[in-house]
T-cell receptor, first 112, second 112 residues
Framework: QQQVKQSPQSLIVQKGGISIINCAYE??????FPWYQQFPGKGPALLIA?????SEKKEGRFTISFNKSAKQFSLHIMDSQPGDSATYFC???????????FGQGTRLTINP | DAEITQSPRHKITETGRQVTLACHQT?????MFWYRQDLGHGLRLIHY???????NKGEVSDGYSVSRSNTEDLPLTLESAASSQTSVYFC???????????FGQGTRLTVV
């Protein structure tokens, strides 16, 4: 079963718009929630991450919003640019463990 | 600069053959992981290791094996390749307690 569910599978946003990708989880034993960005032909790379003791983390145009009670977290990309076009993965790490479980991925396209 | 490298980048093999994918990291990380990436499934964990001589099964380990004889390398072996194992394989490593995983460039494997 998919431990982290990600939506949408694909997303098209106009340049300058806000891109929003959502993830939901069931297991309350997760203690670290990263977002990875992947360009074609490359491996995923860490974009931004959050721990469950905060509700929001912002780094430049990228923000994670975290709702512990709803067991949901989302990635917001403000002022989206064509260079943001990539596949985005949410993930979660079990407390006390090192392995990550990933969502299904979202293919984001920013139209110029 | 420290890095994680995978080889080969592309491989075509026949059904039933044994195949080994190499992963080498110079981060000196204790933790190493193998994932496969398939459309609609995201990244799924095959095997992982938390140190030399330690190996563990992930969620999709059937038909795969790993061994860890040193810190730097975690080769992935497909014992008898099947068409269902056609995929892109990613190796990753992380430092214990840090959360962030660093990924290689991936190996595209085609089983014909």
């Amino acid at each position: 079963q998919q431990q982290v569910k990600q939506s949408p599978q694909s997303l098209i946003v106009q340049k300058g718009g806000i891109s929003i990708i959502n993830c939901a989880y069931e297991n309350t034993a997760f203690d670290y929630f990263p977002w990875y960005q992947q360009f074609p032909g490359k491996g995923p790379a860490l974009l931004i991450a959050i721990r469950p003791d905060v509700s929001e983390k912002k780094e430049g145009r990228f923000t994670i919003s975290f709702n512990k009670s709803a067991k949901q977290f989302s990635l917001h990309i403000m002022d989206s640019q064509p260079g943001d076009s990539a596949t985005y993965f949410c993930a979660a790490k079990f407390q006390g463990a090192q392995k990550l479980v990933f969502g299904q991925g979202t293919r984001l396209t920013i139209n110029p | 600069d420290a890095e994680i490298t995978q080889s080969p980048r592309h491989k075509i093999t026949e059904t039933g053959r044994q195949v080994t994918l190499a992963c080498h990291q110079t981060w000196n990380h204790n933790n190493m992981f193998w994932y496969r990436q398939d459309l609609g499934h995201g990244l799924r964990l095959i095997h992982y290791s938390y140190g030399v001589q330690d190996t563990n099964k992930g969620e999709v380990s059937d038909g795969y094996s790993v061994s860890r004889s040193n810190t730097e390398d975690l080769p992935l072996t497909l014992e008898s390749a099947a068409s269902s194992q056609t995929s892109v394989y990613f190796c990753a490593s992380s430092e214990s307690g840090a959360g962030e995983a660093f990924f290689g460039q991936g190996t595209r494997l085609t089983v014909v």
